[in-house]
């Protein structure tokens, strides 16, 4: 169980189009997504709380026009990397929270394989 | 501003030795702390967690050590094997707010 999937797994762009990245919790319900951005040999940077029928909250520094987040079921999270640049180049990952799983001791975020996006 | 970080960024150990791999962490209001494993290109994957009311964890295999007191999290991970090699994460969390922090992460490398 707790299994999320991203799609796609790897995409390339151009510069200057837009590029959408689906998170998707499979086998249970999340109201709360996360959004992280790795760059590599690097660790996990949270972006933004997407959070199911409400607007996303986002961290100091990521600009919410620039990333759009839609969370518009509780099964599903949406990324949408807008007039996308070389610099968002980047492994995408995204997390669900899953609340009591048995072995965890509280909610607990369980993470999609990533969607690496490379801009050219 | 909080941090979680690593002591050391690689740990190589034989395969069937004992791994440890440590944290610190400086937000003192952290109340519950999660070990993750990344294995390249993947997304971190959960090992196990621990809450501040609590010093020792043990799941299979791995051990959590919480030390509130200097503020240090350990992982063990007993008869490390080559399917361990990956880099791990510590992370905090206020158990309110839902979000974590990550530390920076330590390559484990097991050689046969």
Known sequence: GAVV???????????????????????????????????????????????????????????????LINHASLTLST????????EDSSFYICSARLQGLAGSLTDTQYFGPGTRLTVL | GESVGLHLPTLSVQEGDNSIINCAYSNSASDYFIWYKQESGKGPQFIIDIRSNMDKRQGQRVTVLLNKTVKHLSLQIAATQPGDSAVYFCAESRSNAGKSTFGDGTTLTVKP
């Open chain 1, 79 to 86: 990324l949408t990397v807008t007039s996308a640049h070389p």
């Open chain 1, 5 to 67: 999937s991203q799609h796609p797994s790897r995409v390339i762009c151009k510069s200057g189009t837009s590029v959408k990245i689906e998170c998707r919790s499979l086998d249970f319900q999340a109201t709360t997504m996360f959004w992280y951005r790795q760059f590599p040999k690097q660790s996990l940077m949270l972006m933004a709380t997407s959070n199911e029928g409400s607007k996303a909250t986002y961290e100091q520094g990521v600009e919410k026009d620039k990333f």
